[in-house]
């Protein structure tokens, strides 16, 4: 079946610009989660989604972040204004959350952000 | 706070060889699991075995085994029989309140031939 897919797989951007950053999670998850990973590092939770209830935000390192998750299924990251320290390999996962009683995340192959 | 802690930044182990990745955290919560990844040089993060907080036996997934200590709050990943293949980062990561993750920095593996 189809994992968890993630467009574009890089993104170049100058800095000052806006980029969109997508994911697409396995059907039937209602759990999705952005990180960000930086060079050598671990993962920094970003944000949450589980099904209709409001996102916990508390991972959002600024108020140039923002995600949304339309329909309870593709969910998009946006970064404005992008600074050079932005620049990191952005992951989504998605899992059955509570409701499925299996909590491990299904990860996508990232998307591999560089500022300019 | 939630806590997760990798102490070995990175590992060698001879093919063939079991190993062990450490893994401790803290929490305060009752209820929470405990997950590994693994992480090749591709950078796609690969799930590898769980444990519930209240599971009374270690968990196991083929080679890959969780040594869980509950009172010493530890959670290390053995995996025997080491293959050319199980070279890349491990993540050994918490989740609390059901959906609160936090990952440890990692640890790197190498396995020698």
């Known amino acids: 079946g189809a994992g968890v897919s993630q467009s574009p797989s890089n993104k170049v951007t100058e800095k000052g610009k806006d980029v969109e950053l997508r994911c697409d999670p396995i059907s039937g998850h209602t759990a999705l989660y952005w990180y960000r990973q930086s060079l050598g590092q671990g993962l920094e939770f970003l944000i949450y989604f589980q099904g209709n209830s409001a996102p916990d935000k508390s991972g959002l390192p600024s108020d140039r972040f923002s995600a949304e998750r339309t329909g309870g299924s593709v969910s998009t990251l946006t970064i404005q204004r992008t600074q050079q320290e932005d620049s990191a390999v952005y992951l989504c996962?998605?899992?059955?959350?509570?409701?499925?009683?299996?909590?491990?995340?299904?990860f996508g192959p990232g998307t591999r952000l560089t500022v300019t | 706070a939630q806590k997760i802690t990798q102490t070995q930044p990175g590992m060698f182990v001879q093919e063939k060889e079991a190993v062990t990745l450490d893994c401790t955290y803290d929490t305060s919560d009752p209820s929470y699991g405990l997950f590994w990844y693994k992480q090749p040089s591709s950078g796609e993060m690969i799930f590898l075995i769980y444990?519930?907080?209240?599971?009374?036996q270690n968990a196991t997934e083929g080679r890959y085994s969780l040594n869980f200590q509950k009172a010493r709050k530890s959670a290390n990943l053995v995996i025997s029989a080491s293959q050319l293949g199980d070279s890349a980062m491990y993540f050994c990561?918490?989740?609390?309140?059901?959906?609160?993750?936090?990952f440890g920095s990692g640890t790197k593996l190498n396995v020698k031939p």
């Open positions: 996962a998605s899992s059955l959350g509570p409701r499925g009683g299996r909590y491990e995340q299904y």
């Open positions: 990561a918490i989740l609390y309140s059901f959906n609160k993750f936090y």
């Open positions: 444990q519930g907080s209240y599971d009374q």
